[in-house]
């Protein structure tokens, strides 16, 4: 499985990294977002969601109490998942999990929260502050890791 990680001193480095992933993000992919609370999750989300609509200014709320967002872009839909607040992984079926694997692009803020549900082939973006920016650290599916 490729790894690697870079530092991001800024938040144009953290779009500049999410329009890198949504280039190559293509339908049935999923990107665990892992990171503390503050580390950074939303903020790359954000960035792949206004890179792969084109919307620069698109509005990217955090689903932390929706619990899943869909933003529809030329590549298909993204599915915009905050698992913070789930109590069993089983509940993420109520929220579209088949269908954003089926043929959406996931994005899953709080992964773990899926347990034993979390796919094998997915990227893994892990994120903590560091200094005045944050460390990022990607594994997973090669095409996706190597940005």
Known sequence: MPT????????SATERLGAALAARLRPRDT???????????????????RAA????DLVVPSPTFTLVEVYDTPRG?????????LEAPE????????EAR???IAL????????????????TVTLA??????????????RLADV
């Not at 690697?4 to 938040?11: K, Q, V, W, Y």
């Open 4 to 11: 690697f990680s870079l530092f991001l001193p800024d938040e």
């Open 31 to 49: 990107v665990a977002l892992e990171g503390g609370l503050g580390a950074g999750k939303t903020t790359l989300a954000r960035a792949i969601l």
């Open 53 to 56: 609509t084109g919307a620069p």
């Open 77 to 85: 839909a993204y599915w915009h998942f905050d698992l913070y607040r």
């Open 91 to 98: 509940q993420v079926f109520e929220l579209g999990w088949e």
């Open 102 to 104: 089926a043929d959406g």
């Open 108 to 123: 899953v803020e709080w992964p773990g929260r899926l347990g034993p549900l979390l796919p094998a082939d997915r990227l």
């Open 129 to 142: 502050a560091e200094g005045d920016g944050r460390r990022v650290h990607l594994a997973g599916e090669a």
